[in-house]
């Protein structure tokens, strides 16, 4: 945002720069006069684009300011500074070659150099740009602290179920997640949304994500971005997504099992919430035993149903009889699915 010390000096420099026009102004219709004449036509054309300029240059110069700074934000550093780079070093050899095109006759031994310095500062730009990853991966290896250098720093953007979840909040502070985590603005009008639904479980759902949003700012150790880039255009949140992540070239990070594949089919790297879950689980083979309490029915006849501290599912066959009770039982079986990882097994057989 703009600060208000910056549009006074805005106000100042339009001030100076419109009053300049204007004292040059009342120079040339003064010319010839004199006396009081001289004087006012000198003196009121000098004060009137003084204030002009005071008065206007913020409404002149603010609105393409900001343009250009919502541009800026859309850049990463590491494009920023290559760009600057290429743009230098193309306009350092245009001038270079372009000094023996002024001998040129006529027009062209000005417009010549013009386009020679243009082209080449442009061909700077995207010769640097176009090798934004290596250099990111050159200086990663030597600042690994800056942002945008090396692989370490990419930037996550956050899904809205990702946020509600919660368990991001508690990934982040592990350090196992590397980066910025970018959310963007089109996710935060959707959980305001969502929190200020009529019901009551989406409302409570919604007010979770901002509090999980809060704890991230506040308690994570990774930077947490809040990206202005939108697509009218889209047609839901997550083609909104999908564009985003393809623009950023960065990974979504969700739990959605629509959006992970359509993601994946529009080459999308997604960093899946369950996937990671499932991945980390104790992992159970059959023949072992332990202990869960049966805590409803299952879907076949005597089934019951119980569940792991991590959330696994445990189907006892046989189970139904002890409900609400502790049961020693031995694993069967174990099945992974794309909902999660279910076990199946049967009541300990007493020696």
């Known amino acids: 945002m703009l600060g208000n010390g910056l549009i006074v000096l ?26 009081l004449t001289r004087i006012v036509l000198w003196t009121a054309p000098s004060v009137g684009f003084t204030l002009f300029g005071a008065v206007m240059a913020p409404f002149v110069i603010l609105p393409p300011l900001r343009k250009f700074q919502e541009w800026l934000r859309q850049i990463r550093p590491i494009q920023l500074v290559l760009g600057t780079l290429g743009l230098v070093a193309g306009l350092l050899a245009g001038a270079i070659l372009g000094a023996a095109m002024f001998t040129l006759p006529g027009i062209g031994g000005w417009l010549a150099p013009f386009i020679i310095s243009v082209v080449l500062g442009l061909l700077g730009v995207a010769a640097l740009v176009s090798r ?4 990111a991966s050159f200086l990663g ?10 692989s370490q720093s990419r930037e996550v953007i956050v899904d ?5 979840d919660g368990r991001i909040a508690d990934v982040a502070a592990t350090g196992f997640l590397n980066g910025t985590l970018v959310v963007p603005r089109f996710i935060l009008d959707e959980l305001r949304h969502i929190a200020d639904s009529s019901d009551t479980m989406r409302r409570n759902r919604g007010r979770r994500g901002l509090e999980v949003l809060g704890r991230l700012q506040k308690e994570s150790p990774l930077p947490v971005r809040v990206a202005d880039e939108d697509f009218p255009d889209a047609t839901d949140v997550d083609a909104k997504l999908i564009r985003l992540a393809k623009k950023l070239k960065s990974p979504i990070l969700t739990n959605d099992f629509n959006l992970n594949r359509i993601a994946e089919l529009d080459n999308v790297s997604v960093l899946n919430v369950n996937n990671l879950a499932n991945a980390v689980k104790v992992i159970v ?29 445990v189907v006892v066959e046989g189970g139904r009889r002890h409900l609400n009770e502790q049961v020693d039982v031995t694993v069967t079986r174990v099945l992974q699915t794309v909902a999660g990882r279910m076990i199946f097994a049967q009541p300990k057989v007493a020696n």
Do not use: C, N
């Not at 290896?141 to 090396?150: C, D, N, T, V």
């Open 10 to 35: 805005i106000r100042i420099v339009g001030a100076v720069f419109f009053g300049f026009i204007g004292l040059r102004t009342g120079q040339f219709l003064a010319e010839g006069d004199s006396g």
């Open 132 to 135: 934004e990853e290596e250099f």
């Open 141 to 150: 290896r030597y600042l690994p602290g800056i942002e945008g250098a090396g």
């Open 160 to 164: 809205t179920s990702a946020v509600i």
């Open 285 to 313: 083979l059959p023949g072992e035993e332990m202990v869960v309490r049966i805590m409803q029915e299952g879907k076949e006849m005597g089934q019951g149903v119980g569940f792991l501290d991590d959330g696994t599912m």
